[in-house]
């Protein structure tokens, strides 16, 4: 059966340039090769037309639903789109019966999601015993990470298939077709040079769509002459003056961008930390968040290796409450060097994991009696107190009283390492366990 046109012959001509040129064959797509190369495994599946249900991830404009067409084009199925907006339970409950006697009559039907991160639970589960029936094969097209956004049992029956932004290469050569293009601009003549098409290819971040909006902008808006149409770089220049950053404050992305920081940092690759901070703010990221998360690495990758650590942080996060953006850009700046750059340890952090898994797994162990508090004279009869030993008496500062619940005696969560200032605590800890084996 004839699959449905997103497009009527009509509504071609007035389309975007993106559209009106999209390949319907596997020739014409541009990148994706890890996938699409002769001899790879989705090449086979389409060519073969042995397609079962898809997932397509990967960021705007890379070919998701290019390839859910060329996927229409190549099968003898029913190619119906769904919308997340306009699709009600009810509307695919519908279709879906309709798949279902289309299959008893032999024929298939292939459902295609784009966006398929704005179903919600219940639309998707409307989906799923007609993926798991073999009544339709579902095509699902998103931008989010799928195992967060769709549903377990749908995502296990799907084979799921990363698109990767596109090359600059593959963008040039894109916009080199569609100005040669017959339903592109292959009725004028069209000058403009390779280093201006590079400059598109490059804005674009590895959108096709944003790269071909780009230059059919730039047709549209320079002067046509009896020569034809001249785009010149000084007009382009005004097209192209800011890159789209890609970055979802609720997404995926956002999660990305904070490891690669966290990450960099860490590994003491101050330039690198640098970079991923200012990728954060000129996305606009909140610079409070940024300082929170600076304040919670100075304790879990440096601690007592440099204690000025904390504290610069603290204050760079003041400095953000009292002036915000843009200025406190060279703060933030300021203290991403200071961590960068300063001698690490996780000491702390994995104390307090270490602690926290025996806090955890044990019962709830008594306070020992002698340092329990005793403020009435019941508690002091109950022996409250009792045996206490205040510490600054001692010549040491030290004393051989037990302050470990009894069943935990001898439990260490500490283990200082050599870097920076943390040498001299780990001095510190092994004069003290020397002194207890001493006089214990």
């Known amino acids: 059966m004839k699959q449905e046109s997103l497009f009527s012959e009509d509504n071609r001509r007035n389309s975007p340039l993106a559209s009106r040129i999209r390949p319907k064959t596997l020739d014409g797509f541009a990148g994706q090769q890890h996938l699409l190369a002769p001899g790879k495994v989705l090449r086979e599946i389409i060519e073969n037309d042995q397609v079962s249900s898809l997932i397509f991830w990967g960021p ?51 459902i295609f999601i784009d966006e398929i991160h704005r179903f919600n639970k219940a639309q998707q589960d409307a989906f799923l015993p007609y993926v798991e029936k073999g009544s339709i094969i579902l095509i699902g097209a998103t931008t989010e990470n799928p195992s967060f956004e769709v549903n377990a049992a749908l995502l296990s029956r799907s084979k799921v298939f990363v698109l990767k932004p596109l090359e600059v290469e593959d963008i040039v050569k894109l916009l080199q077709a569609a100005i040669h293009h017959p339903d592109g601009f292959g009725d004028k003549q069209i000058y403009i040079s390779e280093q201006d098409l590079t400059a598109i290819a490059k804005f674009s971040n590895g959108d096709a769509r944003s790269a071909l909006n780009t230059l059919e902008m730039a047709v549209l808006n320079s002067e046509e002459t009896s020569a034809g149409i001249m785009i010149t770089h000084e007009h382009l220049k005004q097209l192209i003056t800011r890159t789209s950053l890609l970055y979802d404050k609720n997404g995926e992305e956002h999660y990305n961008i904070i490891s690669a920081l966290h990450k960099s940092m ?23 968040y940024i300082a929170r998360r600076l304040i ?45 750059l300063a001698p690490k340890s996780n000491a702390v952090y994995k104390a307090r994991l270490k602690a926290k898994k025996d806090v955890k797994e044990s019962i709830n162990e008594p306070v020992p009696l002698q340092i329990r508090n005793a403020p009435t004279k019941l508690m002091k009869d109950l022996d409250y107190g009792k045996g206490y030993q205040y510490s600054h008496n001692e010549t040491e500062k030290l004393t051989t009283m037990k302050t470990m619940p009894s069943s935990l005696e001898g439990q260490k969560y500490y283990f200082p390492t050599e870097q920076g200032h943390e040498k001299k605590f780990k001095e510190r800890l092994h004069y003290i366990k020397e002194w207890h084996k001493r006089n214990d």
Not at 63 to 82: D, Q, R, V
Not at 91 to 110: C, H, P, Q, S, V
């Open 266 to 288: 860490r590994n003491s690759d101050v330039d690198a930390a640098i970079y991923w901070m200012s990728r954060m703010l000129e996305s606009g990221e909140d610079p409070l």
């Open 60 to 110: 705007p404009g890379v070919g998701k639903t290019t390839l859910a067409e060329i996927i229409a084009n190549k099968t003898e199925s029913k190619f119906i789109e769904f919308s997340a907006v306009n699709s009600s339970i009810k509307d695919i409950k519908n279709m879906m019966k309709e798949a279902e006697t289309r299959r008893d009559l032999g024929e298939k039907t292939i």
């Open 296 to 340: 919670r690495f100075a304790s879990e990758d440096i601690g007592l290796a440099d204690t000025r650590a904390l504290s610069i942080t603290t204050d760079v996060f003041q400095a953000c409450r009292f002036i915000g953006m843009p200025e406190c850009d060279v703060h933030l700046t300021e203290a991403v060097i200071y961590l960068s």
